[in-house]
């Protein structure tokens, strides 16, 4: 099972979501609380059952919130980002050489987040 590792940064609250295997799937912007970074380690995983929308392809279909959001950086790696039901981006995750990672990584955050426990 998945676990969240949340940490005090200097200015704030973050968390990262780790794989069974402890490698990082999911991490959060900083929050200014605690109490606001627990608020969205919930919306993590509630919102992670949302559908993928592909916009490495030309005249994807658009996806309603929650959804994650499959895209190519500039550097030419793959990420993705959830977004909550209101737009918010509540994570993102590393980059990635091949697509079918990142979509493996999508599949482990919908896998790993909603019986994560907390760890500080």
């Known amino acids: 099972m998945g676990k969240f590792v949340l940490?005090?940064?200097a200015t704030g609250f973050k968390f990262t979501l780790k794989a069974t295997n402890g490698q990082a799937i999911l991490e959060s912007e900083v929050y200014?609380?605690?109490?606001?970074?627990?608020?969205?380690?919930e919306s993590v995983k509630v919102n992670c059952a949302g559908g993928v929308e592909?916009?490495?392809?030309e005249n994807y279909?658009?996806?309603?919130h929650p959804k994650?959001?499959?895209y190519e950086d500039k550097a030419g790696?793959?990420?993705?980002?959830?977004?909550?039901?209101?737009?918010?981006?509540?994570?993102?995750s590393e980059?990635?050489?091949a697509k079918a990672s990142a979509e493996n990584g999508i599949e482990s955050v919908k896998e790993n987040a909603p019986e994560a426990e907390v760890e500080e």
């Open 7 to 9: 940490k005090e940064t």
């Open 32 to 41: 200014t609380t605690k109490a606001a970074a627990l608020n969205g380690i």
């Open 54 to 57: 592909d916009q490495t392809v």
């Open 61 to 64: 279909a658009e996806v309603k």
């Open 68 to 70: 994650f959001e499959l």
């Open 77 to 92: 790696e793959y990420r993705f980002r959830l977004k909550a039901k209101n737009g918010e981006i509540i994570g993102t």
């Open 95 to 97: 980059g990635y050489k």
